[in-house]
């Protein structure tokens, strides 16, 4: 959401770094986190609560956000920026909570 700012004063940020790659390279650290997911899910031997809520609506929702995303408009980058910070704990946090109630009732 910085991008023209960082250009401006000569920050080397990782949005000038990344240029036109932007969308790519975060879907490839999307990719990442998912699997990050997955990894924790097999260790930690959670069950369907999970990975049907928090992996497949975290693929979902960052799915949707880079689909969405208009990386030239510095409001649609700062809006997935903040579903980010209130939507990602939450949908990862749900489905861990319905996990240990499917384990436990």
Do not use: H
């Amino acid at each position: 959401m910085d991008l023209r700012d960082d250009k401006r004063i000569g920050v080397g940020s990782t949005a000038v770094l990344f240029g036109a790659w932007r969308r790519s390279i975060l879907g490839m650290f999307c990719i990442g986190f998912l699997s990050s997911l997955i990894w924790a899910g097999i260790k930690g031997e959670y069950g369907f609560g999970y990975f049907g809520i928090s992996v497949v609506s975290m693929g979902a929702f960052l799915g949707w956000q880079l689909a969405t995303w208009d990386q030239n408009n510095p409001m649609s980058c700062f809006s997935r920026f903040d579903m980010n910070g209130r939507w990602g704990g939450l949908i990862v946090a749900s489905g861990l909570a319905i996990d240990y109630l499917l384990q436990v009732l």
